[in-house]
């Protein structure tokens, strides 16, 4: 079983900056795919961002393109979110998850989920 923690949600302007973190429980973690994905009130889960297990390649929703930027330090156990220039329709919980093999783009190929943390822009 892999723990998921993730970290650095909060309140911030539209425009700006803020940097999410996801922190695995094992060195398992470096075998495997992770995701960002984020849930408004009232709307179904969105794709954010993933990256494969070496960190060679990325995937972003359409409306993260050129702002959000994933990476990830196998040797921390961490994958991060960096997320620029955000808009207020940007808040959202925003979860990290991890799987073994599938769609990185499908939130139901994923075999581990974290509790969440919460982004909310304002403008």
């Known amino acids: 079983q892999v723990v998921l923690v993730e970290s650095g949600g909060g309140l911030v302007q539209a425009g700006g900056s803020l940097s999410l973190s996801c922190t695995a429980s094992q060195r398992t973690f470096r075998t495997l795919g992770v995701g960002w994905f984020r849930q408004a009130p009232g709307k179904e889960r969105q794709f954010v961002a993933a990256?494969?297990?070496?960190?060679?390649?990325?995937a972003y929703g359409d409306s993260m393109m050129r702002r959000f930027t994933i990476s990830r330090n196998n040797a921390k156990y961490t994958v991060s979110l960096q997320m620029n220039s955000v808009r207020p329709e940007d808040t959202a919980l925003y979860s990290c998850?991890?799987?073994?093999?599938?769609?990185?783009?499908?939130?139901?190929?994923?075999?581990?989920w974290g509790q969440g943390t919460q982004v909310a822009v304002s403008s």
């Open positions: 990256i494969n297990s070496r960190g060679g390649w990325t």
């Open positions: 998850a991890a799987e073994y093999s599938g769609n990185l783009r499908e939130a139901h190929d994923y075999d581990f």
